[in-house]
């Protein structure tokens, strides 16, 4: 089939690759002229794993291209619409700027009977206010969110665990088979494929990331509870998790969440809420908002606490600025969060990540950044872990106590193993545990 994918960030550059890559030509068209050149040359702009091979062979068979020009959709039968719902600057909502706009730019190129197909996440009721707009061009218009996770971006678009079609007008039927058709491969090995309306669709997308957002803050809540009692979350997470009801999955205690998507999506959820009069319902959400963020505060504290309060001048680590492993991306990353609060504090802050220093380093330059993590460590006098890339849950406790000044880990993200690092001398705090 002939696709376009308007906007080519972590979602529509992994799309139109994996589109390609299971027979569909596509265009991907972007307002960013250097990613464009940078797609199109079949490298990947952002570091995903997987991403550079997929986009190499779908740029060397002929059947993906990427452009600027949104006259480049005209022809195509699907369109997706992959541009990003930041948080607006003004509020909690999402800015829906770049959806409107890439609609908009879209129309004058539609063809009859083509099907423009949302993929962003948007506040419930977005579809239906794009659809009169879409069906006046003849074409007409469904949600299919998508539900992929940075670091398994590629694996989770090509085996994505369920489809869900939010579908509505006079062609839900025709628009129901020609996604179908777009996603055959995963149709043939049984994919769950939910077929709705609108509003089901795009609240799917926001619920699945509150309820996520929520078991994560729940479980760094009873860290707090632990704290104070000396109980230790870890042990609590597994017990509780052996509950096929509750699963062990997504309850990891420590830094908290961040990323382009849960922090915004609750509070963009939250917003639409009140919006719609039900603010009430998803109250709630303000505090797993809360919750999390207290948490990068207690690893401040942590940090300053062992430095008797007097952080300032004093030389700390940071492992880690990425808002999670394999990923590069920095947005509201807990630990680029942690780095800046300790730098704001007077220390003598350093930090490192295998893949997410040039993102982190244009949003903060104030702070100092280190490529190589052995160099990284030398005079350290407080390590704090916040991203939990492999390199680091293997680094050898007696090993980096050779290059530090100091042995004192706080391990933000409980990934270390407490007694070998105590067994070689260090100062090692956890979260919620004792
Ligand atoms: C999330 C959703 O998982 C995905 O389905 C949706 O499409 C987009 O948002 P992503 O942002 O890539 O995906 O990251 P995810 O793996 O969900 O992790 C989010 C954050 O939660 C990370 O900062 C991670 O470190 C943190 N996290 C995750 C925890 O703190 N504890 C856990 O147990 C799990």
């Known amino acids: 089939m002939k696709l376009s994918v308007i906007g080519c960030g972590y979602l529509g550059a992994v799309h139109a690759a994996a589109m390609a890559s299971i027979g569909h030509e596509v265009i991907g068209i972007d307002v960013d002229a250097a990613k464009v050149e940078s797609l199109s040359r079949g490298d990947a702009p952002f570091f995903e794993p997987g991403l550079g091979d997929l986009l190499r062979a779908g740029v060397d068979s002929g059947r993906l291209r990427f452009t600027t020009d949104m006259a480049g959709a005209a022809g195509s039968a699907v369109h997706f619409v992959a541009v990003g719902t930041p948080q607006r600057r003004d509020g909690a909502g999402a800015d829906l700027t770049f959806v409107d706009a890439a609609v908009n ?30 069906e006046e061009r003849g074409a007409s218009i469904a949600w299919n969110p998508e539900f992929l996770r940075e670091g398994f971006a590629v694996k989770d678009t090509l085996e994505p665990d369920r489809l869900v079609y939010g579908v509505g007008g006079q062609t839900s039927d025709r628009d129901v088979a020609t996604l179908d058709e777009v996603y055959a491969p995963a149709m043939a090995t049984g994919t769950p ?63 908290g969440f961040g ?4 922090p915004k999506d609750i509070r ?31 690893v401040v504290d942590l940090i300053v606490d062992s430095f008797d309060g007097s952080p300032n001048g004093r030389r700390v680590v940071v492992l880690g600025l990425a808002f999670k492993p394999d990923s590069d991306d920095t947005r509201d990353s807990p630990a680029l969060d942690v780095a800046v609060r300790l730098h704001g504090l007077g220390a003598d802050v350093v930090c490192t990540d295998p893949e997410a220093i040039g993102n982190a380093q244009r949003q903060h330059p104030q702070l ?44 933000g993200r409980n990934c270390l193993d407490p007694v070998a690092w105590r067994d070689e001398g260090w100062t090692y705090f956890g979260l919620g545990r004792p």
């Open 105 to 134: 730019a879209l129309l004058p190129h539609l063809g009859p009977d083509d099907l423009v197909v949302g993929k962003s996440t948007v506040p419930v009721g977005t579809a239906q206010r794009l659809q009169p707009l879409v």
């Open 193 to 255: 494929r939910i077929v709705t309306d609108y509003a089901t669709a795009e609240l799917v997308k926001v619920s699945a990331n509150a309820f996520l957002a929520t078991k994560i803050s729940f479980i760094n809540a009873m860290a707090e509870i632990a704290e104070a009692t000396g109980a230790d979350v870890t042990m609590l997470a597994d017990a509780i998790g052996h509950d096929a009801r509750i699963g062990r999955r997504f309850l990891n205690a420590g830094v």
């Open 259 to 262: 990323g382009g998507c849960l």
């Open 268 to 298: 963009a959820f939250a917003a639409r809420a009140e919006e719609i009069g039900r603010g009430e319902s998803v109250q709630f959400l303000k505090q797993v908002d809360e919750i999390n963020l207290r948490r990068r505060q207690r």
């Open 368 to 411: 100092s950044y280190v490529a190589d993590v052995e160099e990284s460590l030398q005079g350290a006098e407080a390590v704090v872990l916040v991203t939990e890339w492999s390199v680091y849950r293997h680094l050898d406790p007696a090993r980096v106590g050779e290059l530090v000044a100091r042995r004192v880990m706080v391990d």
